[in-house]
Nanobody, 116 residues
Framework: QVQLVESGGGLVQAGGSLRLSCSAS????????MGWYRQAPGKQRELVAV???????NYGDFVKGRFAISRDNTKNTVYLQMNSLKPEDTAVYYC??????????WGQGTQVTVSS
């Protein structure tokens, strides 16, 4: 079992910034891709950003250059820097890890609330 521990959510005003962190209980070398999804009330879970083992990144269309995903392999941690936050970014943000053996794990979620 892989544990993903998220932190960094909270309440911020529109236009502000937050940085989310997700630490895995296994080495990053066992992870194919790691990233963030979000789910707002009444909506489906959607991709925010993902970074692969090779360092490639992919973002949801709504990000439009506002967010940046990065990783620190020495800490088994992925970060999501979110800038220019909008009220529509309000959601629970979930960390996700896809392992090289095709197992998928999720974090418990962290709430991000952007006030107008």
């Amino acid at each position: 079992q892989v544990q993903l521990v998220e932190s960094g959510g909270g309440l911020v005003q529109a236009g502000g910034s937050l940085r989310l962190s997700c630490s895995a209980s296994v080495t990053m070398f066992l992870i194919n891709a790691m990233g963030w999804y979000r789910q707002a009330p009444g909506k489906q879970r959607e991709l925010v950003a993902v970074i692969t083992r090779g360092g490639s990144t992919n973002y949801g269309d709504f990000v439009k250059g506002r967010f940046a995903i990065s990783r620190d392999n020495t800490k088994n941690t992925v970060y999501l820097q979110m800038n220019s936050l909008k009220p529509e970014d309000t959601a629970v943000y979930y960390c996700n890890a896809d392992l090289i053996d095709h197992r998928r794990f999720w974090g418990q979620g962290t709430q991000v609330t952007v006030s107008s």
